[in-house]
């Protein structure tokens, strides 16, 4: 969990200082009061004084109690998540996985298994037996590869509603605000049912508690507070859980078992085929030398993701326009190819 800034570190201790000076300052007035009633005879009325300065005092510290509860602590109450609601009944075009370009084999997974949908043939490979839905997923691979995309293209493909929020924006700024922030993500996803809830970078708050670091040990209360809504979700249908990563060798076992996001589905870089798709649809529109090959080039971006694709063509056609030329060409493409960094190009043999 992230620590608290320096400037809010700072505004609650000039609070907190600010109080006890109050709070002294009033003590200090009746003590001089008092002395002054004294030394000029008025031995009553320094009485009432005497009587009345642990009342005043009193009141003065429930408010100051009620004040710095309202203005520093209440904060880590009032959780404002940044999270995306996409509705099913919006009159948005939802995205479905008609939108999502991916290798066939892993669509078809995906609509099976995620949807909870299965074909007359499936049900008769099954005997026409009934099998229980999973609720829970986490998508890993790769980064750049569309995670977000598919989650969207289930939600769209099911006709649920979708929730998404980062695993870091889940964690927040103040210490305290993970756990809260988790139940009232929950809270929303319950209102919001039939919905899908999507954590992308899950990593973020669900890291082995073994592991030996500041940050793993402030994310220990998000991630048990993330186990129990997911275990207090089971018995619901209406409710499915997918969580993101690209490190899922750094998610702590208790989150991925069977029954919480125990079904994962590798999102892998794409093929060649898919790698021409990908490029097709970023070219678009975009005037081409007839000599241009998109699968040639497709053929040479072995081990690229679909990000890393976007920015290929992108570079192309600065490179088109910087020589003031409306033509993308297959030059351009070589040229783009060959400025990668070699930490790129390293990146690429592994």
Known sequence: ?????????????????????????????????????????????????????PSVLLVVVLFIVWFVYDQVFSK???????????????????????????????????????????????????????INSLRGYILYGPPGNGKTLIARAIAGGSNMNFISISGPELIGVYIGHGAHAVRELFKIAKKYSPCIVFIDEIDAVAQKRSTANDSAYHCRESLTQLLTEIDGFKSRKDIIVIGATNLIGGIDPALIRPGRLGQKVYIPNPSIRTREKILALYMRGIKTDEKLSLQGIAGKTEGYSGAELEQLVNEAKMRAGEQRRLIVSEQDFSDALHGLSPEQERDRTK
Request: with cysteine; glycine share 2%.
């Open 1 to 53: 969990m992230k620590k608290i800034e320096i400037s809010e570190l700072l505004k609650r201790i000039s609070i907190c200082l600010l109080c006890v000076a109050t709070i002294v300052s009033i003590a200090f007035l009746f003590a001089y009061m008092h002395t002054m009633l004294l030394s000029k005879g008025y031995e009553l009325a320094a009485h009432y004084v005497s009587e009345a300065m």
């Open 76 to 130: 880590l109450k009032e959780v404002e998540l940044p999270i995306s609601i996409e509705l099913a009944n919006s009159d948005d075009k939802r995205i479905t996985f008609a939108d999502a370009i991916i290798d066939d084999p892993l669509k078809q997974r995906l609509q099976m298994i995620c949807c909870g949908k299965m074909t007359e043939e499936t049900h008769k490979l099954l005997g026409n037996k009934s």
